[in-house]
């Protein structure tokens, strides 16, 4: 098979338009896939990523209290509520296959968005230090126990924690103080908090949607929880009785499913809202590029239906001339190959500005060219087989075609 090139570049000069609307499709085609790969990709590790926890022993209950007042106990609203809550916390402790339990106001689980803060870490003359988004959570003295955290720096209050003490991670605290050591015993203000000692940093966890930024910055405002309705305990069993000690919670809090709402359920990152929008997205944006490289398909068999079209009496010139078969369809194949070529280079540049202005909207977006290789692949596939079947139809062209015109 014989294939030059100068004549088949002559060829597609005199088909600028068509071969203008082959490369940008492609082009499109390469910098849309990708894109839809890479912010995909971006959403299922986001959903993927772990809390930093242990959560195979790890349980939680979340209540709702109305403010239900037990026989004989008189007091508002208000007093009502706490003491209920409290009676959940020992009631979750007095059961069997318990270590430990904490009162969290909020956790990964939260089927729910809610807003950061602006902590501020002060010098000792009361002047800003640093500024930094992050995500305040209540939590009492059972945080250290229930959760395992590790700490790095300092430590949980022995005798009780004042309303004014806070547990940084380490991320949280590289961000306000420069380091760890540097933040213990340092002071951090917010819009919504008084002056708050720093007394404990622990490695890093997530207790709020990954989506959301900052992840990693969290802040546990310890002491007694601010009122609230809701409320959620973070269980820790004994290793191996996770399973038996959600059976016994449920049965225990049986009794309260006719005037509260309870649900008690393993403490499961993949059983979140954000694991299954994180997972949901990639697999529609999968789908979105799939039908994409569909449409690039189409759009590239009918441009080179077009081309065959358009040169039916030149290939049989051709064919007069001594070229086989096998030449006119690695002719068609050599000339779309060029186009896809051309059209790749444009897209895989579209595709690092795409990526760039992505970049401004996904945290810690990362440019994989791994997925870049993959769409480039698919394309080039479906160049190969959009061409295949005009340029087998072109092959079957007779040489008496070259002189119907003659």
Not at 6 to 16: D, E, F, S, V, W
Not at 71 to 77: C, E, I, W, Y
């Amino acid at each position: 098979m014989n294939l030059e090139v100068g004549p088949l570049l002559r060829t597609l000069r005199r088909q600028p338009g068509v071969l203008t609307l082959f490369v940008l499709e492609i082009a499109a085609g390469v910098a849309t896939i990708s894109s839809l790969l890479i912010s995909g990709s971006w959403y299922l590790h986001v959903a993927r990523r772990p809390s930093g926890l242990d959560e195979e022993n790890l349980i939680m209950i979340s209540t709702y209290s109305t403010g239900h007042r037990p026989a004989g106990h008189g007091g508002d609203l208000e007093t009502a509520v706490l003491a209920e809550q409290a009676s959940d916390r020992e009631r979750t402790r007095a059961t069997a296959d318990v270590e430990a339990v904490t009162q969290l106001s909020t956790c990964v689980l939260d089927d729910r968005w809610s807003y950061p803060s602006l902590f501020s870490s002060l010098r000792a003359d009361g002047t800003r230090l640093a500024e930094e988004v992050g995500w305040g959570i209540r939590a009492d003295a059972g945080l250290g126990p229930a959760l395992r955290v590790r700490f790095v720096a300092g430590a949980a209050p022995a005798g009780g924690a004042a309303s004014t003490d806070v547990i940084l991670t380490r991320t949280f605290a590289e961000g306000l103080f420069g380091s760890a050591a540097h933040a213990i015993g340092g002071a951090v203000v917010s819009g919504a908090d008084e002056k708050l000692k720093v007394v404990g940093v622990i490695e890093d966890v997530r207790m709020r949607m990954p989506f959301m930024p900052n992840g990693a910055n969290v802040v546990f405002l310890l002491g007694p929880a601010p009122l609230d309705h809701e409320a959620r305990l973070i269980v820790r069993a004994r290793p191996g009785r996770r399973d038996a000690l959600v059976a016994a919670l449920r049965a225990a809090f049986a009794p309260d499913a006719t005037r509260r709402f309870v649900h008690v359920r393993t403490f499961d990152s993949t059983d979140s809202i954000h694991y299954r929008v994180g997972s949901g997205l990639f697999q529609l944006l999968g789908m979105f590029g799939a039908m994409l490289g569909i449409v690039v398909l189409l759009g590239a068999l009918a441009a080179t239906s077009f081309l065959v079209a358009q040169r039916t009496r030149q290939i049989g010139i051709r064919r007069a001339l001594g070229a086989t078969r096998a030449d006119i369809i690695g002719y068609f194949l050599l000339e779309s190959a060029l186009a896809t070529t051309v059209g790749s280079m444009v897209g895989v540049a579209g595709a690092v500005v795409l990526y760039r202005m992505m970049r401004r909207v996904f945290m810690d977006l990362a440019l994989d060219f791994r997925l870049i290789g993959l769409s480039l692949a698919l394309l080039w596939v479906a160049s190969i087989l959009a061409t295949l079947v005009p340029a087998l139809r072109a092959a079957r062209v007779s040489p008496s075609v070259a002189s119907r015109s003659l």
